[in-house]
C-alpha cells in the first residue's frame, strides 16, 4: 500500500482546499485545488514550482496585489 504524505495545504477564498500531496514510492505530487487534481513527476513538478514563482513575481511588479 502506498501512502500519501500532505507536504502542504492551505484553505484559499471561497473556503476551497488546496492541498500538495507526495507518493514517495511513485515520486509522485499531486496538488489539489478544489475538485481538481494535477498529478506530476517530482522534477516536473520542480520545474512547474519555478516557472509559478517568476510568474508570481512578474504579476507582483504589475499590479496592485502587493498591497493587499
Request: charged share 25%; aromatic share 6%; with cysteine.
Amino acid at each position: 500500500m502506498s501512502r500519501q504524505l500532505i507536504i502542504s495545504q492551505v484553505k484559499l477564498v471561497g473556503n476551497e482546499k488546496c492541498k500538495v500531496l507526495y507518493n514517495k514510492a511513485k515520486d509522485i505530487v499531486e496538488l489539489e485545488i478544489g475538485g481538481t487534481t494535477l498529478r506530476f513527476e517530482a522534477r516536473n513538478f520542480f520545474m512547474m514550482n519555478e516557472m509559478m514563482r517568476k510568474a508570481a513575481a512578474k504579476l507582483v511588479m504589475q499590479t496592485e496585489l502587493h498591497h493587499v
